[in-house]
């Protein structure tokens, strides 16, 4: 009893003025609001598909953007709550990403009952993966990076989350940019690859955000 | 001391201004709160007290991420079962590196230590010395004459674990009886 009272005593004395974190919506909306000038900026670089407005007309393709971006919401707004130790005691928010990706299953795989004919798939394949890893390390880099300033008492969910929102922008950005309308490609190099390194995000969330 | 919980949201909110003394009023009613939480899920005190020191580490640390919009208990109890886990993870990986076979400990619980001429009596100084968990289960064992299968169910553990811990403890007591 000695002890923790001698340690209370010192660590009441290391107790100075603490700024409180802010509160998660603040902090996804800033996650986002950066993430989103980053997928402008990239856009601006490598230009949209020519047959953009084209494209938003076919609407499994507008729901499959829509579904992406809601993604880009749900995730940040999870990985806020799953940076604090209590999850800011808003537990049900942090399933939103699940709910999304459930309904973003069951629009893939209706878009692609409705691909008939298959629209002819792309000559390149695993090139498209690598593009939405590349574009995906910066994001996931700096969001890994702010939430290990807090203390997330569920680090591997935390770190998987976090992942899935850096590549739901690279797979918004290659889906914007990419002249390309087969379903099985899509499904194949960007969204399978994604659901991967969602998992992998479990292991580099034990790393990075364990504290 | 006693602080009632609707009051530790208010005090924690002038611990994060740098008021020294209430952040102090806060931990100590959060290691009251925690203690009984603790005790009810580990066995022996010294478990309960380093556990509860690690906590009390995590809540300094994680302070910044409480802001006295929400209540604190929920916030101390997240962080306090976490560092719980944590904690038995690390015991239970470590008691499953150290295991030893069981065929050996029924070598060793079958040996009659009075026959040595050692009786309990006369090592009980340095069987004070063993971790409690340990010098429990000998004093058990070899002073009450309890079996092992009775120590377990006595310390709510599993009747191999009595042997690991009993096996390990024999071990110590034979190095330190080489040495003197």
Same mark, same amino acid.
């Given at each position: 009893m000695k002890d923790i009272d001698d340690l209370i005593g010192q660590l009441a004395q290391e107790g100075g003025a603490v700024k409180p974190a802010p509160h998660p919506i603040t902090l996804s909306l800033k996650w986002m609001a950066l993430s989103a000038a980053y997928l402008l900026v990239l856009l601006l670089v490598s230009? *949209?598909?020519?047959e953009l407005a084209a494209a938003f007309e076919h609407p499994w393709f507008a729901i499959e953007v829509a579904l992406l971006v809601a993604m880009f919401i749900a995730t940040s707004v999870s990985a806020a709550l799953l940076s604090f130790p209590d999850m800011y005691q808003m537990?049900?928010? *942090?399933w939103m990403p699940m709910a999304v990706f459930g309904v973003f299953a069951c629009v893939l795989f209706m878009a692609w009952r409705a691909d008939i004919p298959p629209a002819p798939l792309p000559v390149h394949g695993f090139e498209c993966t690598l593009a939405i890893l590349m574009v995906a390390l910066l994001p996931g880099t700096w969001l890994l990076y702010a939430m290990r300033k807090l203390a997330s008492t569920h680090y591997q969910w935390a770190g998987s989350i976090a992942l899935l929102h850096a590549f739901s922008v690279g797979a918004l950005w290659l889906r914007l940019q990419e002249n390309n309308d087969s379903i099985l490609h899509v499904l194949q190099w960007h969204y399978l690859p994604m659901i991967g390194f969602g998992i992998l995000g479990l292991w580099v969330g034990k790393l990075i955000l364990k504290w | 001391m006693t602080v009632r919980s609707d009051n530790l949201e208010a005090l924690m909110q002038q611990a994060l201004t740098g008021d020294q003394a209430a952040y102090a009023k806060v931990l100590h009613a959060t290691a009251q709160l925690l203690r009984p939480f603790l005790s009810k899920r580990l066995l022996f005190a010294n478990d309960v007290d380093d556990v509860l020191q690690e906590i009390l580490v995590s809540i300094h640390k994680a302070r910044? =991420?409480?802001? #006295?919009?929400?209540?604190?208990t929920p916030w101390v109890y997240a962080i306090a079962k976490f560092r719980l886990q944590d904690y038995l993870r690390s015991h239970y990986a470590d008691d499953i590196k150290h295991a030893v076979d069981i065929a050996d400990l029924e070598n060793d619980l079958s040996e009659?230590? =009075?026959? =040595? #001429?050692? =009786?309990y009596e006369s090592i009980s100084g340095e069987v004070a010395k063993l971790p409690e968990k340990q010098a429990a289960i000998l004093q058990l064992i070899h002073q009450e004459g309890y079996t092992a299968k009775e120590v377990a169910a006595k310390l709510g553990m599993n009747e191999s674990a009595v042997k690991v811990a009993a096996h390990r403890a024999y071990k110590v007591l034979r190095k330190r009886l080489e040495e003197t």
């Open positions: 230009g *949209v598909r020519n537990r049900r928010a *942090v | 910044h =991420t409480y802001d #006295g919009q929400r209540p604190f009659d230590v =009075t026959e =040595t #001429g050692i =009786t």
